[in-house]
Protein backbone atom coordinates (compact mmCIF):
# COMPACT_ATOMS: atom_id res chain seq x y z
CA UNK A 1 0.00 0.00 0.00
CA UNK A 2 2.86 2.56 0.90
CA UNK A 3 4.89 3.62 -2.29
CA UNK A 4 7.64 5.20 -2.38
CA UNK A 5 8.14 7.02 -5.68
CA UNK A 6 12.01 8.42 -7.33
CA UNK A 7 12.53 10.38 -10.12
CA UNK A 8 15.83 12.64 -10.98
CA UNK A 9 18.75 10.74 -11.78
CA UNK A 10 20.40 10.85 -14.78
CA UNK A 11 23.94 11.49 -16.36
CA UNK A 12 26.00 13.94 -15.77
CA UNK A 13 29.58 15.28 -15.99
CA UNK A 14 31.96 15.58 -12.54
CA UNK A 15 31.25 19.44 -10.99
CA UNK A 16 27.54 19.12 -12.07
CA UNK A 17 24.24 19.00 -10.09
CA UNK A 18 21.27 16.87 -9.74
CA UNK A 19 18.26 16.56 -7.82
CA UNK A 20 16.28 14.09 -6.59
CA UNK A 21 12.74 13.84 -5.66
CA UNK A 22 10.76 11.09 -3.99
CA UNK A 23 7.15 10.94 -3.20
CA UNK A 24 5.31 8.95 -0.38
CA UNK A 25 1.77 7.57 -0.99
CA UNK A 26 -0.48 5.40 0.80
CA UNK A 27 -1.82 5.35 4.21
CA UNK A 28 1.13 6.28 6.72
CA UNK A 29 -0.24 6.87 10.56
CA UNK A 30 3.07 9.26 10.97
CA UNK A 31 6.79 9.57 9.39
CA UNK A 32 9.52 9.82 11.42
CA UNK A 33 12.18 10.27 9.09
CA UNK A 34 12.90 10.12 5.54
CA UNK A 35 16.32 9.53 3.84
CA UNK A 36 18.47 8.73 0.83
CA UNK A 37 20.48 5.57 0.60
CA UNK A 38 22.91 4.93 -2.65
CA UNK A 39 24.31 1.33 -3.34
CA UNK A 40 27.42 1.03 -6.45
CA UNK A 41 27.71 -2.46 -7.71
CA UNK A 42 30.17 -4.85 -5.16
CA UNK A 43 29.62 -2.14 -2.35
CA UNK A 44 27.35 -2.33 0.44
CA UNK A 45 23.91 0.27 0.67
CA UNK A 46 25.10 3.20 2.71
CA UNK A 47 22.94 6.18 3.90
CA UNK A 48 23.43 9.48 2.27
CA UNK A 49 21.28 11.82 3.96
CA UNK A 50 18.12 11.61 6.09
CA UNK A 51 15.79 14.04 7.60
CA UNK A 52 13.42 14.03 10.72
CA UNK A 53 9.71 15.43 10.36
CA UNK A 54 11.38 18.09 12.43
CA UNK A 55 13.91 18.84 10.13
CA UNK A 56 17.31 17.61 11.91
CA UNK A 57 19.17 16.18 8.73
CA UNK A 58 22.21 13.72 9.07
CA UNK A 59 24.68 13.60 6.46
CA UNK A 60 27.28 10.86 5.25
CA UNK A 61 30.83 12.65 5.63
CA UNK A 62 31.39 11.57 1.94
CA UNK A 63 29.03 14.36 1.12
CA UNK A 64 28.44 16.73 3.49
CA UNK A 65 28.66 20.35 2.28
CA UNK A 66 27.54 19.29 -1.16
CA UNK A 67 24.51 17.78 -1.07
CA UNK A 68 21.43 19.14 0.87
CA UNK A 69 18.57 16.72 2.12
CA UNK A 70 15.02 18.33 2.00
CA UNK A 71 11.47 17.66 2.63
CA UNK A 72 7.83 19.00 2.23
CA UNK A 73 5.96 17.13 5.06
CA UNK A 74 2.60 18.32 3.49
CA UNK A 75 3.64 16.18 0.21
CA UNK A 76 5.59 13.48 1.90
CA UNK A 77 8.17 14.35 -0.65
CA UNK A 78 11.94 14.28 0.23
CA UNK A 79 14.07 16.09 -1.94
CA UNK A 80 18.47 15.91 -2.66
CA UNK A 81 19.68 18.12 -4.01
CA UNK A 82 23.44 17.52 -5.13
CA UNK A 83 25.93 19.05 -6.07
CA UNK A 84 29.83 19.07 -6.97
CA UNK A 85 28.99 15.54 -7.81
CA UNK A 86 32.21 13.81 -8.03
CA UNK A 87 32.73 9.96 -9.99
CA UNK A 88 32.42 8.46 -6.70
CA UNK A 89 29.03 9.32 -6.30
CA UNK A 90 28.09 7.27 -8.53
CA UNK A 91 25.37 4.68 -7.61
CA UNK A 92 21.89 3.99 -7.00
CA UNK A 93 19.76 6.16 -5.05
CA UNK A 94 16.99 4.27 -2.98
CA UNK A 95 14.56 6.25 -0.98
CA UNK A 96 13.90 5.48 2.35
CA UNK A 97 11.05 6.18 4.61
CA UNK A 98 10.33 4.78 8.24
CA UNK A 99 7.42 5.61 9.36
CA UNK A 100 4.82 4.61 12.52
CA UNK A 101 1.70 2.65 11.36
CA UNK A 102 -1.27 1.86 13.29
CA UNK A 103 -3.85 -0.65 12.92
CA UNK A 104 -6.58 -0.53 15.37
CA UNK A 105 -4.77 -0.44 18.98
CA UNK A 106 -1.24 -2.04 17.51
CA UNK A 107 1.18 0.71 16.80
CA UNK A 108 4.18 -0.25 15.18
CA UNK A 109 7.53 0.81 13.10
CA UNK A 110 7.62 0.46 9.24
CA UNK A 111 10.56 0.97 7.10
CA UNK A 112 9.71 1.35 3.33
CA UNK A 113 12.56 1.62 0.07
CA UNK A 114 11.62 3.14 -3.58
CA UNK A 115 12.96 1.03 -6.63
CA UNK A 116 15.65 3.15 -6.72
CA UNK A 117 16.80 5.50 -9.47
CA UNK A 118 20.47 5.82 -11.34
CA UNK A 119 23.25 8.49 -10.40
CA UNK A 120 26.41 8.11 -12.71
CA UNK A 121 28.95 10.69 -12.81
CA UNK A 122 31.56 10.81 -15.40
CA UNK A 123 34.64 12.15 -15.17
Known amino acids: QVQLVESGGGLVQAGGSLRLSCAVS????????MGWYRQAPGKQRELVAA???????NYSDSVKGRFTISRDNAKNTVYLQMNSLKPEDTAVYYC?????????????????WGQGTQVTVSS
Open 51 to 57: ITTGGST
Open 96 to 112: NTKTLSRAGLRIWDSEY
Open 26 to 33: GTIFSIHS
